[in-house]
């Protein structure tokens, strides 16, 4: 009999402690395994950590543990889910991150293998079924079968599916003349594209690889202007390793950059690239995740997820646009895909390369201290100039255009001059949809989302009301449901409007959309970036998705219709994000030959976040907000957590939430700085309750121990909610 001890699927830190049970059965089970359970009188998924044979029998066990255990149900596979290095990975992920171990292995498996009872619903694998030849004799067969037999025996192996003469097959294979095999299926359509010529590197090119190659430091950090070539160092890089027998994982921080770093690899190395990100289907993700695991594919480009990916002997792992916050989970558990590459590149004694033109100020202050070794590139390919910025104060009146108060007088003439020379423009907005908010006009109601008491978004295109936060629509309303008045104002603007405005300016221009909303068809974020590409539009609108790392040879004009937005947000991070946006928005233009332009409209011209982006200035950025931040005693001089407190009952909530500060308090002592209560600004979430608090620090090992704790006690028990993130992005 074996002792089987596992962990429940539920993500509950209160129970992130193995469970015992025995298994008597015939099957093969070992530690990676998911087996049924019956557990608190429900059948669910276990993952088993360790197995460990016994003599003795259920009822000496029972006696000896002082408690009845039961026996597993079934066990579900064949074979270990995760080696030894990406079990010791989540054991890591789970101590650093305060995160149940089950929540990370749950994040770091496809859905079809996941350690839950839905994945046992979940797709598996699929097969294309191929006729061939069993035995080649055509007595005793009829003309018909005959032909058919022949037309095999030319072509074989034959998809089944493409053979129309069902039952002429059917005697053959009753005959047995022939067979059927069947072969894996690869679900996910990767483009065939054509194999690149590869250019040579600039002479900064190749003294950033040399200086890669010949040091034995295992971080580095990339700083490159836009258009520098970083892409290029990391496909050189790349083909390197391979050389070398070992593998590659190329992290790019959003979705509507790996179709552009997609093809880059595909082109570059062909059939061993393997694709990963949230977008797939649960069938795509399965077959990706076995291919890699299987070692077929020796390179993995993905979004954040594809930290985890199975990948074997990892020789290089890079992150492009390193700065960017959608590398943080922002769900349990609330992991960095940075510093996961940092934790898998101790375990694989391999580099990591973080690229950027604006590293985000941690990088950027571990590079200044020798934490990681800093790279440059500080010329675009080829001497290109940057593009020439012009700032555009939208609060001075001379500037608006009459005809129009989204475009100003000086952006309207650029746009037109522009397609007058059939090149293309960018237009940055970071806000979807057509108006921001709607009220009433006659009692001042404000249409909100039921969930979480946020100002609801109208869409013209559907006419609906829509929650950016957790995709709560509405049909729009034509009378006010307080107080029945006809007169509702929609305030804002977002990418529709713009799309609107656009339309109405310059009628002749073509204009291409890409926002959540556009993009919410899965396949449409490579179609309209394509088509833009191939100049089938002259104006690209779009929020950050299409500010950063996309190559577009023929913008000329990038116009930044609101530079504010983001600044007035209550977060340390607010000027940082806004800098970011723009310098990344005006790299966009004149990559090619053709000279770049960039206008950035702002009610806030003298912010130094928008100066100093309009300039590409980063190096005076980082001086100037390290010294904002050192003041605050923000990140990167200190480290931050934030306690989470959530409950149907709102007094609970305020109760439980002062109650911690005690606590912690009390620990804490001169260790931490406790800020709060706050509310944050998705008050009300899942009709619960919400309130926060920050901790600031500087020692680690003795906060955190402090903060499970908490999350081990009474406080978080049933009626409160209680979430630990570690190194949190929005407060």
């Not at 709607?438 to 295109?461: A, D, E, M």
């Amino acid at each position: 009999m074996k002792i089987i001890e596992l962990l429940i699927e539920h993500n509950n830190y209160s129970l992130n402690r193995p469970f015992s049970y025995v298994y008597n059965g015939e099957k093969t089970v070992e530690r990676g395994y998911r087996v049924l359970v019956n557990f608190n009188h429900q059948e669910l998924v276990g993952y088993v950590i360790k197995v460990s044979d016994t003599n003795k029998s259920k009822k000496e066990l029972e006696v000896e543990l002082g408690f009845n255990i039961d026996e597993i149900v079934d066990v579900i596979d064949s074979s270990p889910l995760l080696n030894e290095d990406l079990m010791t990975l989540a054991e890591e992920v789970s101590d650093y991150y305060l995160a149940s171990k089950i929540s990370v292995l749950q994040t770091m498996l496809p859905p079809s293998l996941s350690p839950r009872k839905s994945s046992l619903k979940a797709p598996k694998i699929a097969y294309d079924q191929f006729i061939i030849i069993k035995d080649y004799d055509e007595s005793d067969l009829t003309f018909t079968q005959i032909e058919l037999l022949r037309l095999i025996q030319k072509d074989q192996p034959v998809l089944k599916r493409e053979i129309k003469q069902v039952s002429v097959l059917n005697k053959l294979l009753e005959y047995g003349r022939v067979d059927i095999i069947k072969k894996e299926k690869r679900r996910l359509q990767i483009p065939n594209y054509e194999k690149v010529e590869i250019p040579s590197l600039t002479s900064d090119q190749k003294k950033v690889v040399d200086e890669f190659n010949n040091s034995h430091d295992q971080i580095y950090l990339l700083e490159g202007v836009t258009g520098s070539g970083k892409s290029e160092v990391y496909l050189h890089l790349s083909k390197q390793i391979l050389e070398k027998g070992k593998s590659v994982l190329m992290l790019v921080p959003e979705i509507s950059l790996t179709p552009m770093m997609m093809r880059n690899f595909i082109s570059r190395f062909g059939e061993s690239v393997a694709i990963l990100h949230s977008e797939l289907t649960p069938a795509e993700k399965y077959d990706e995740y076995r291919k890699i695991a299987s070692g077929k594919c020796k390179i993995v480009v993905g979004a954040r997820s594809a930290i985890f990916a199975p990948l074997s002997n990892i020789g290089l792992i890079i992150l492009d646009e390193e700065h960017v916050e959608s590398y943080k989970q922002d769900v349990p558990p609330f992991y960095h895909a940075r510093e996961i590459a940092i934790i898998r590149s101790k375990m694989h004694n391999c580099k990591v390369l973080l690229g950027s033109a604006t590293p985000s100020l941690e990088s950027r202050a571990r590079a200044g201290k020798g934490v990681y070794h800093l790279l440059t590139l500080t010329k675009r390919i080829n001497e290109k100039e940057l593009p020439k910025t012009t700032i555009v104060n939208m609060t001075d009146y001379h500037n608006i255009d009459r005809e129009s108060y989204i475009f100003s007088l000086k952006l309207k003439e650029a746009i037109q001059k522009t397609l007058d020379k059939y090149n293309q423009i960018i237009l940055l907005i970071n806000k979807r949809g057509f108006s921001t908010s709607v009220y009433c006009r006659s009692c001042g109601h404000i249409f909100k989302c039921p969930t979480c008491n946020i100002p609801l978004t109208y869409h013209k295109s559907d006419r609906m009301l829509k929650c950016h936060h957790c995709n709560y629509c509405e049909v729009d309303h034509e009378i006010c449901p307080e107080c029945g008045s006809k007169y509702l104002m929609r305030v804002g603007y977002g990418t529709e409007r713009i799309e609107e405005e656009v339309h109405k300016l310059f009628p002749e221009a073509r204009t291409l959309r890409l926002d959540s909303d556009s993009a919410k068809i899965r396949t449409k974020i490579p179609q309209i970036i394509e088509a833009f590409r191939n100049k089938e539009a002259d104006i690209l609108i779009g929020t950050q998705m299409i500010a950063k790392g996309h190559d577009f040879p023929d913008v000329t004009l990038v116009g930044v219709v609101n530079a504010d937005i983001g600044l007035s947000l209550p977060s340390y991070r607010s000027s940082e994000r806004v800098f970011e946006l723009i310098t990344q928005a005006v790299g966009r233009s004149g990559r090619s030959d053709k000279k770049g332009e960039a206008i950035i409209q702002t009610y806030s011209p003298t912010h130094y976040a928008i100066t100093m982006a309009a300039r590409q200035d980063y190096e005076l950025f980082y001086r100037k907000e390290m010294e904002i931040r050192k003041l605050q005693f923000y990140p990167p001089y200190s480290f931050i957590a934030s306690v989470t407190v959530a409950s149907k009952n709102e007094e609970l909530t305020i109760d439980t939430v002062y109650r911690i500060i005690d606590i912690l308090a009390d620990e804490l002592k001169e260790e931490a700085v406790i800020l709060g209560p706050t509310t944050p600004y998705v008050p009300y979430e899942n009709n619960k309750h919400i309130r926060s608090i920050m901790v600031k620090y500087r020692r680690s090992e003795i906060v955190k121990p402090a903060l499970e704790k908490l999350l081990k006690s009474s406080l978080n028990k049933s009626g409160i909610s209680l979430t630990v993130n570690i190194d949190p992005y929005n407060l």
